[in-house]
């Protein structure tokens, strides 16, 4: 029996009187204490805007000033950019020898662990990693010698059952779970889509294949089931920091345990009101559970904000406290003046795209450029309007985490169909709209695209030969678009018949997120109520808002920086001088998917939080009292449900009025625009 001996506890780094930083100089007393603090477990709970980067810089530069071994410090983040900077940054404060940190992703670290320890798995130490497409391929070809492709209910395609397995993997949920929460059409199938996803697995074990999230719970695996391994690779982290540890899934957060079980030096830093990644497996209960997960936590918060003005942090104070789980902070900062938020109520969309463009340009005017400004948005589709607006004034924009409105593929079949009701010599739009019939191919639209060109009456699509599988269907599109082009039906009832005509096909293309898809379609009719004629909208429509000459209206600046329009989700982490919170509406902010759980609801409430406090001195939520909706027409709406009762002081409720229609009491508020008359030059010129 091997002979025991017991080594006395390591000391904990201590400060030295010949520290080369002055940490209490260059850093506020929050971020002091949490930078300095002694061995174990940490928790940092940074607020919007306090720092969290810096203080997590410099904690590295202090353990490394006080003693720990720089290849013994372990630096998890969320891409590889993160942690070059970092590293980089504590290199500057301090010398190169914070360049041996050990910093990257869990996916590159876990890659290095397996790359090592694979075989203990049951994998080559040489496996191939698999993309997303790769994967996708793959569980593609197994569906289809399954013969799952013939389902006669239609069966899930590749990227969807690819996106059920990474879900139920990082947020450790059973395939059925996955499926009742964003499936539920693919219920039906639940056993083949089981069966598959053993099939996947043992068809990558078998050809040594590791895909994205293998990478994870391989690790995980190995750590749990190899006690000589775990020892070796804990064994080497004495100290692991963890960024942005808010947005770390199931297996993530197990991997942090395993990394620090044998030492216990675990810094974690995040905001749990900025966790809003739980579509992506983010799980919030991961940092609200830290000081459970690792005994004798030490708590530290940041709460002195560096972005934003006090009364935009009063308002994002407030709007936390609804949250039901959370840790109770209270940002402040030493920019205690400032305008407060605003909260317009818009007639409508119309009026809401308006207002933004018109107190943007004013801003401009004053020396905002328009790359210091935002507009924020929950959902990509909730923008169409505006980016109408943007059009036609030829403001300059970039979109980030949403399709612009032509490049959807749905919005995109609705146009082509626009585009052939005005042009029958549209070659590009009857393709389009051809191979949209079920049974029509490449050659077989080619065939009927020629004869539609040389045809005296191409609406009716009586070409001779054509099939009866499609023939059908074909009368029926032919009929729809003389109807669009009689005289006597205006724009938004063309519409409406081509969304009916069109509902099947969307459907039967789209369908495994075909209800999403009609939310962008309803957007679109909307939006479709502001054009006189369907060759105006058209015109409109065709204007690419990032090939734009960079110019404002005037055109006294060249090259200028375009506008920023963002979800939120894209937008978390920037920073701007403006931002519009558009249609913060109930239904939308939250979502009207998330009111089934206070879970969700917490969710949508940090969303909201978010985009709040992306704003450092100006900040302006609005959302129109009346939207337009198919068959239903125009209806009242709601603002979100988390502004409801926020009181004046906090959020200042302003109207709209037309410029000739103003009244003295609506010009007490001096920032308030005046709205010059509406005026569609789509298709015309502007005098």
């Not at 810096?54 to 998890?76: C, D, F, K, M, S």
């Not at 389902?151 to 450790?172: C, D, E, H, I, V």
Request: glycine residues 6%; aromatic residues 8%; hydrophobic residues 40%.
């Amino acid at each position: 029996m091997a002979r025991r001996f017991v080594l006395k506890k390591e000391p904990a780094p201590v400060a030295s009187s010949n520290l080369t930083i002055d940490y209490a100089g260059e850093l506020n007393e929050q971020q002091h204490a949490a930078a300095t603090a002694g061995p174990g477990p940490v928790l940092i709970v940074a607020g919007a805007g306090t720092g969290k980067t810096r203080t997590l810089v410099y904690r590295v530069a202090y353990l490394i000033e006080t003693g720990a071994r720089p290849e013994e410090i372990l630096l998890l983040t969320f891409t590889r950019r993160a942690a070059r900077e970092m590293l980089g940054r504590a290199s500057l404060l301090l010398d190169g020898r914070c360049e041996r940190v050990r910093g990257g992703t869990f996916h590159a670290f876990c890659l290095q662990i397996l790359r090592r320890y694979a075989e203990s798995v049951g994998y080559p130490k040489s496996f191939t990693i698999l993309d997303a497409s790769d994967a996708a391929d793959v569980i593609d070809l197994l569906r289809s010698e399954r013969g799952l492709h013939r389902s006669k209910k239609r069966f899930p395609k590749k990227r969807t059952l690819q996106n059920l397995y990474s879900a139920a993997a990082n947020r450790g949920l059973d395939l059925a779970d996955v499926l009742e929460q964003t499936y539920p059409q693919f219920l039906i199938h639940l056993d083949e889509i089981d069966d598959l996803a053993r099939a996947f697995a043992e068809y990558k074990r078998r050809h040594g294949l590791v895909d994205y999230d293998d990478l994870l719970a391989l690790t995980v695996e190995l750590l749990e089931t190899d006690e000589a391994v775990r020892k070796k690779v804990a064994g080497a982290c004495r100290w692991v920091l963890v960024d942005e540890y808010q947005d770390t899934n199931r297996l993530q957060a197990r991997l942090v345990e395993l990394f620090a079980s044998e030492h216990g030096n675990v810094t974690a830093v995040g905001d749990d009101a900025q966790s809003i990644y739980r579509f992506r497996g983010a799980d919030v209960g991961n940092i609200l559970a830290f000081p459970d997960t690792f005994p004798g936590t030490r708590l530290f918060k940041l709460e002195q904000n560096y972005r934003s003005t006090q009364p935009i942090l009063d308002l994002a104070n407030f709007v936390l406290q609804r949250a039901k789980r959370k840790y109770e902070k209270h940002l402040y900062t030493e920019k205690t003046t400032g305008e407060k938020p605003g909260l317009i109520a818009a007639p409508d969309d119309r009026w809401q795209s308006r207002f933004v463009c018109d107190m943007l340009l004013q801003l401009r005017e004053e020396g905002t450029t328009l790359n210091q400004m935002a507009v924020l948005f929950r959902s990509g589709y909730n923008s169409y309007d505006l980016e109408v607006e943007l059009d036609r004034r030829r403001i300059p924009f970039v979109k980030y985490g949403g399709l612009k409105l032509t490049e959807a593929a749905h919005i995109k079949d609705v146009v082509a169909h626009l585009r052939v009701a005005e042009n029958p010599l549209d070659v590009v739009a009857w393709n389009r709209v051809l191979k949209l019939i079920e049974g029509i191919g490449p050659r077989t639209a080619q065939d009927l695209v020629e004869w539609v060109l040389a045809a005296e009456q191409p609406y009716t699509l009586a070409a001779p030969a054509v099939s009866p599988r499609f023939a059908a269907r074909l009368r029926q599109l032919g009929e729809l678009l003389q109807r669009m082009r009689a005289d006597d039906i205006p724009l938004p009832a063309q519409v409406e018949l081509l969304l009916q005509y069109y509902q099947p096909t969307l459907e039967q293309v789209y369908f495994e997120d075909h209800p999403k898809r009609a939310q962008d379609l309803e957007s679109f009719a909307g939006i479709v109520e502001g054009h006189r004629s369907r060759a105006a909208l058209l015109e409109s429509l065709a204007l690419d808002p990032i090939d734009l000459t960079a110019t404002d209206v005037e055109g006294t600046h060249k090259d200028e920086a375009p506008l920023i329009l963002s979800t939120i989700h894209s937008a978390k982490g920037l920073e701007f001088d403006t931002v519009f919170l558009i249609q913060a509406l109930d239904g939308i902010l939250p979502s009207q998917y998330a009111a089934k759980s206070d879970e969700e609801l917490d969710e949508e409430l940090r969303l909201l939080y978010v985009a709040l406090t992306r704003a450092e001195r100006n900040l302006f939520v609005s959302y129109p009292t009346v939207q337009y909706r198919r068959r239903a027409g125009d209806f009242f709406t709601n603002p979100s449900r988390f502004l409801a009762d926020v009181p004046e002081r906090l959020l200042e409720p302003w109207t709209l009025a037309e410029e000739d229609e103003a009244e003295p009491a609506q010009l007490e508020a001096p920032a308030r625009p005046q709205l010059p008359p509406a005026r569609d030059t789509s298709d015309g010129l502007p005098f």
